[in-house]
């Protein structure tokens, strides 16, 4: 009773107050779905969002022993050093160009794989070319990396086998303009069946009749896919496509690292190993979460553009 | 009832939280308790120290050395390792969190801003006093050794660290060239000693012994401690003459040197991959019996040794001196065995008792603890013979057929705060006799001893060096490989100037003089 008389001499609590109902319905409804999220929330809370308050370091002269809060600010020195430096551009150029030929050639290929693996009526030999397209992705960085340091060297696999061909021998690790190719390459390699598996999930959630509808109304199987399948898959790869605009400017330093030297530089040096490099003249906390920070904030632009765009463009979109 | 419901929910919420708060606390109570002192009333010290556990020795906690240690102390030492490959990230973190433990060995030195900083910030315990009281031994030696004192020291007069230190001041070189020396016979040569004469041995490696990489080179274009580029009279980073620093890599000299390299790297002289070879690249390049020579350490020498006798019984790895340009002339820079010898202990501020701390790490510097520390116990690890101590089969001949270095851990300690003796070893093998002897030959003048920077001078340093470090290591590897005519050299040198790296010169400097004015009493 007395509850029912309070909310009745606030007007405008009656919309809050279904919201509540709403709520605490739905949670009785579903309580053991909620129980089973708990987990993942507080995952979340203590690991991604609590530890957020870390980026303002960035704007700090961090120290260890002063602790996050007591460090002094130093505004946006780290960004000016960063910015200022005659490595900003070329990184940044570097960064943009390589994670943009990988999307540019991983993306679309691990779609085509999934299609192509579709049109399999093999069973067995597809299974097979699965397992064998997506083995080397279990294959640790640091092992692809080695080979790839001996397949290229001047005395290694791709140059004997040139050789028949007349190339002159040279280490092709050396050589800048070769740089992406061999980066981007093997990436595709390694990557292609493991990113070709979620459109493969997709793919088997079609409901068959829509092909057998398709085939008494006389479509051949080009004409399938192109009005069954790929339109079925167009929600899978918005969202993934959008996802991987966000990544677009986080270049992961360790391939890279394991990949590159000084005569590559030019093409091969990423902000992220930049940063490494830089980084360990001294522990720079506070340059680094300046960087990274950079960095989430061009991902995050890209991705809300990338998704405002495709909300427009094909109405499908993250949220 | 719904009510009850969702209190329920919100308890079930907050008992699991609870539980791993609870948790994490009952852990910092009873680390806490091991600080203060065991169950029996022994001192007992928390020690963090990395560690490279083999299948005989996990952690220095097995070691018989410390056991046999704590007999003699009354001490109790509990070791903390850190993850293998992860010694800086954790070392970062534990500086990070609030507990320390009561020592900190080997990466201590790395705390941001340096050892001054990190007694002003009240991390680590300035040991002046202390050692002036309680470490009797240790104060003897830096009484007797002025440059020991001077390099335990820092600018402000600070003593804040037990290191390493040789008992031997002129402990031999272990970084040097070395080349086949059964090629040499064969080809009826003389082990080289001057540029010319390395560059004619080279070429007859290349087109008499089909040899695909007559030298195996760093793979930054410049050895780290200055083999060839000594030659030219420079060093390889930044050295002094006459005390005033200078850059090698912005020297005149530099230049003559990279067209030595280029010439050599265009004859096919230089491992034409060697901007991609790691070490074990390296290795296998050498041990595959394919080069004709190499710059390494003398223990790595043996390895190789061992290694290559499987594909060629005949191969033999011979020293030789650091090159010079002229026969007989002397070079100046060369690996150096500074006093302070590393793995540095500092205690933290976290310790309770350091003045026992303090007379513990003493023993390790008096003469029973010299025993102790390179040898073992006596009749166990070690026996007189003639009045020299000699291992015994346990370490030198193992029944588990383990060899000396995955043994010696157990009964001595190779590396830490203590005084050392380097020939506390089995014993040196020719090879590194030989190599010893040809490679101290190389002077030391050019080498800056281990200076100090005040924090401002270290932020700058990284600063500028960032971008100086990234330009110079691009261009130097595009002029030995030609990408880069030389004729580009002054250019290369105006662009260093104009990322600042006079500034940096002018830091070093400073750094040296206040070196060279320590009161070291």
Excluded at chain 1, 206 to 217: T, V
Excluded at chain 2, 212 to 240: E, M, Q
Excluded at chain 2, 369 to 376: A, D, P
Aim: charged share 25%; glycine share 6%; hydrophobic share 40%.
């Amino acid at each position: 009773m007395e509850s029912m008389e309070q909310v009745s001499t606030k007007p405008d609590n009656k919309k809050k107050k279904t919201k509540w109902e709403m709520l605490k319905k739905d949670l009785k409804k579903n309580k053991c779905i909620y129980l089973m999220a708990i987990p993942m929330i507080v995952y979340f809370i203590l690991f991604h969002y609590m530890p957020m308050y870390g980026v303002l370091i960035s704007f700090k002269d961090f120290n260890p022993r002063l602790g996050i809060w007591k460090s002094p600010w130093v505004g946006l020195k780290h960004f000016g050093t960063f910015f200022n430096s005659i490595y900003f551009k070329r990184t940044l150029k570097n960064t943009a160009l390589l994670s943009f030929y990988s999307l540019l050639w991983g993306f679309p290929a691990a779609i085509i794989l999934a299609l192509l693996l579709n049109e399999l009526k093999n069973e067995k030999f597809k299974r097979r070319i699965q397992t064998i397209t997506y083995l080397p992705h279990f294959i640790s960085l640091v092992v692809i990396c080695g080979l790839i340091v001996d397949f290229t060297s001047t005395d290694g696999l791709i140059n004997s086998i040139l050789s028949n061909f007349g190339v002159e021998p040279t280490n092709w690790l050396t050589k800048p303009e070769w740089f992406r190719t061999i980066y981007i390459g093997s990436g595709l390699w390694q990557s292609i069946g493991w990113d070709s598996i979620i459109f493969l999930a997709a793919l088997s959630g079609i409901d068959p009749s829509l092909y057998e509808a398709a085939k008494i109304d006389g479509a051949g199987r080009w004409k399938q896919m192109l009005h069954i399948t790929l339109p079925a898959l167009a929600p899978t790869i918005i969202v993934m496509f959008i996802l991987n605009i966000g990544g677009l400017m986080s270049v992961g330093a360790q391939k890279v690292i394991l990949l590159y030297n000084p005569l590559t530089w030019e093409t091969s040096d990423v902000i992220s190993s930049y940063v490494y490099r830089k980084g360990v003249q001294g522990a720079e906390y506070s340059f680094s979460t300046a960087v990274g920070l950079f960095e989430s904030l061009i991902g995050f632009t890209l991705l809300i553009i990338a998704n405002k765009l495709s909300k427009k463009i094909t109405e499908e979109s993250l949220w | 009832m719904k009510g009850k419901r969702v209190l329920s929910l919100i308890l079930v919420v907050m008992l699991i939280m609870l539980s791993m708060v609870g948790c994490k606390k009952n852990e910092t109570f009873t680390s806490d308790q091991d600080a203060e002192g065991g169950a029996d009333g022994k001192v007992t010290i928390k020690y963090w120290v990395p560690f490279a556990s083999n299948q005989y020795i996990q952690s220095l906690n097995e070691s018989e050395m410390y056991k046999e240690l704590e007999e003699r102390t009354g001490v109790h030492v509990k070791f903390i390792h850190p993850a293998e490959g992860e010694e800086m990230e954790q070392f970062n973190l534990m500086l990070n969190s609030k507990e320390l433990p009561d020592v900190i060995q080997t990466y201590a030195g790395q705390y941001k801003g340096g050892m001054d900083k990190a007694i002003e910030d009240g991390v680590y315990l300035r040991l002046n006093e202390l050692i002036d009281q309680h470490a009797p031994n240790f104060k003897k030696l830096l009484e007797e050794d002025p440059e020991l004192a001077r390099q335990t020291m820092t600018d402000k007069g600070n003593i804040y660290a037990f290191p390493l230190v040789g008992i031997d001041p002129d402990e031999p070189a272990w970084w040097g060239p070395v080349f086949r020396g059964d090629w040499l016979e064969e080809l009826d040569l003389e082990i080289p000693n001057t540029i010319d004469e390395w560059y004619n041995v080279l070429t007859q490696f290349k087109e008499k012994k089909n040899a695909k990489a007559p030298l195996v080179f760093s793979s930054r274009g410049i050895d780290p401690y200055g083999t060839i580029i000594s030659a030219f009279n420079i060093g390889p980073g930044f050295y002094k003459k006459d005390n005033v620093v200078k850059y090698g890599p912005m020297e005149p000299e530099f230049k003559e040197y990279l067209a030595t390299m280029n010439k050599w790297y265009n004859e096919d002289l230089i491992d034409k991959d060697f901007p991609t070879r790691d070490s074990n690249g390296r290795a296998t390049l050498i041990t595959s019996g394919d080069a004709g020579a190499y710059i390494s350490e003398y223990a790595v020498v043996d390895q190789y040794q061992a290694a290559i006798a499987a594909t060629d019984p005949n191969a033999k790895f011979i020293a030789a001196i650091q090159p010079s340009l002229k026969a007989g002339e002397k070079v100046n820079y060369r690996v150096v065995n500074e006093r302070n010898g590393g793995y540095e202990a500092v205690i933290t501020s976290s310790c309770k008792n350091p003045e026992a701390v303090v007379k513990w790490f003493d023993y390790a510097y008096s003469q029973e603890g010299f025993m102790l520390f390179n040898y073992g116990i006596e009749g166990k690890s070690y026996n007189m013979v003639d009045g020299e101590p000699q291992f015994t089969d346990l370490l030198t001949n193992n029944p588990d057929g383990l060899d000396f270095w995955t043994v010696c851990n157990k009964y001595k300690l190779e590396v830490g705060p203590y005084l050392r003796d380097y020939k506390a070893v089995p014993g040196f093998t020719d090879i590194d006799l030989d190599c010893m002897e040809q490679w101290t030959k190389a002077g030391t003048d050019h080498v800056i001893p281990p200076v100090n920077f005040t924090p401002e001078e270290s932020e700058t340093y990284s600063d500028i060096m960032g971008d100086v470090a990234t330009f110079k290591d691009e261009m130097v590897l595009k002029f030995i490989v030609g990408e880069v005519p030389l004729s580009e050299f002054d250019n290369y040198v105006e662009q260093l100037k104009a990322l600042e790296i006079e500034k940096v010169i002018d830091i070093y400097q400073e750094a040296l003089n206040r070196y060279n004015n320590r009161k070291t009493n």
